[in-house]
């Protein structure tokens, strides 16, 4: 019999079943303690041991959707007689940077007040937790790693160094896992289902796709036809020009204005279904397939075919060596959360016993129930949605939200909107038309980000890899979080001990190649919603017994709890060569929309086009700098 989902996952998941209309927009208003009745007061007041359905749960977006949907805002607000410095819209990273970036400038006595629809803070820096005969297990609920972090701006880096992480320190403590996975270094899988099951080839992929390795051996695993295995063999080992018939300038022209399926399509001579297999890395970074991004764009995410761009391949080589050297990518056990967290405890020193610092982040429990204090100067109010922020005629900010069903209105001598653009009209309406237009340009883009929790790892460590690309699947890459003692935490050790597996998903909208990317994100969004937990759960269990089944896996008792993170307004979107112009300095989109208005700021990551943990303390510094200056 399929072990049972606890209650608290059936709770904050499968309710949310029917689609997005779960609470209509009616009862908007009178919806007060919901999560708290249903889910109990231990797993209301602690957000990260929750499961079942999380990132964009119920009770966080209804009331903005009313807003955006129908204009559906309240009549009336509670007026507080307090008064703040500052009042910070989104408690993700930007917000929390922006507060923390105020307080340095304006000093510990400055009156914040930070509000977050969500029931957690980070915003995309979300963290799981798990449990199992009272040892941690830590999942990523979204945002992952550290992205080049010696290469971000000084305020950026001056940030980190503020909160005492220790990046060498970072890099020293990744660990290879389970002993049993040290031996097969830089291999990876990838899992295509054929008429008989799942076929998994076990080899380092990024080197195939290189042109480097034992390509035939791996391409004739594959469930493809001798056809297109042909093809694929010869394209892989480099040993044709596909742009022979093109200038150098003609190629590189080419390569930045084409279509990574395109050019599989046309010049290759790949069908669609076997160019798919290429498409997980870039899923995931780009929130769609081959189609809709650039072959450029395409080669920085790994994919192969420069060996197949005879004169021009040792330029883009140099193009992507410059634009891609020094890469590092640093870890916490618990993704980008530990940089909230941290933030969180310089901010409200309260949150937590004892110190807590970087030495052990990873592994602090954080009280809740003490955020939200009159006592202190800085003050984080969750679950609470902002629906207006305007300038009054005296220079003071008024900052309308709902939270539990009640309205209320604060003020403050300054706002700075860290919540994402597309929202922002709706919140300021004064704001010129011109300036909305360029907040309402981008998409975020959509993504699903699962943990799963499993009794032990020995089927998984049977499987011999760490990371198993599934192009086919509803979730395209399973993989096991970071291995890595930051923060003192303890990763799982032996196959034998319990351990969580990180699988990730993009919707799955079909493209013809004629949509553009932002229509394909703002269909996924929708389909991201309509989703229900139950079909998440089914979706996983059915993938991961396909995959670790042979190893003895048995999804009805090897799975303790499943986590899903939707994030329908995902990573900022970054402009594509596809489907944007070059605009001249000062004239993008983003630029345009992130212009201050009066004592209103904006800081988010949509406001540097750039989906990165750097472009969300950038835009925090910026905009603390407009209000202070």
Known sequence: MKKNVTRRDFCNGVIIGTGVNVLSPLNLFGQSDLLTHELGESFSNYPPM????????????????????????PSSYNQHDQEYDLVVVGAGISGLAAAWFYQQKMGQDARILLLDNHDDFGGHAKRNEFEHDGKLLLGIGGSVNLENPRDYSKEAKGLLQDLGIDLDAMKDNESDGYESLTSIDGKSALSIPGPDGHVTIKANWMSLNQGEGDIETAVKALPISVIEQDKLIEFLSGGRDYLDDLSLRESYRYVQS???GDFLSD?????????????????????VGGKNISIMDAFATGAPGMQGMGRLAKFLQKILLRTMSGGESLYFPDGNASLPRLLVKKLIPAVTLGDVDFTNISTSHFNYNVLDRNEQSVRLRLNSTVVGVRQTEDNRVEVDYVKEGKASRVIGKHSILACYNNMIPH?????????KDGLRYAEKVPLVWANIHLEDGIAFSEFGVNRIDCPKDPFVVVTTPPYTSTGGYQPPKKPSDSMVIFMMSIPEIKATGKETARELYKAGRHAVYSTSFATYEQQIRDQLQALLGPHGFNHETDIRAITVNRWPHGYAYEYSSLYDP?????????????????????????????????????SAWRAVEEQTS
């Open 258 to 260: 084409v279509s990574y």
């Open 427 to 435: 919140l300021c309406p004064e704001l010129p038309e011109s300036q």
């Open 582 to 618: 070059e605009w001249e300095e000062g004239k993008a989109p983003h630029e345009i929309g992130r212009a201050q208005f009066g004592n209103i700021s904006i800081a988010n990551s949509d406001s540097e086009a750039y989906a990165y943990v750097n472009a969300a303390i950038d």
């Open 267 to 287: 010049r290759v001579g790949l069908d669609d279904e076997t160019s798919s297999i290429f498409y997980s890395l870039m899923k995931l970074i780009w929130g």
């Open 50 to 73: 929750l499961n079942g359905m999380r990132g964009s749960h119920q009770g966080s977006f209804e009331v903005a959707h009313a807003l955006a949907w129908t204009g559906q805002k």
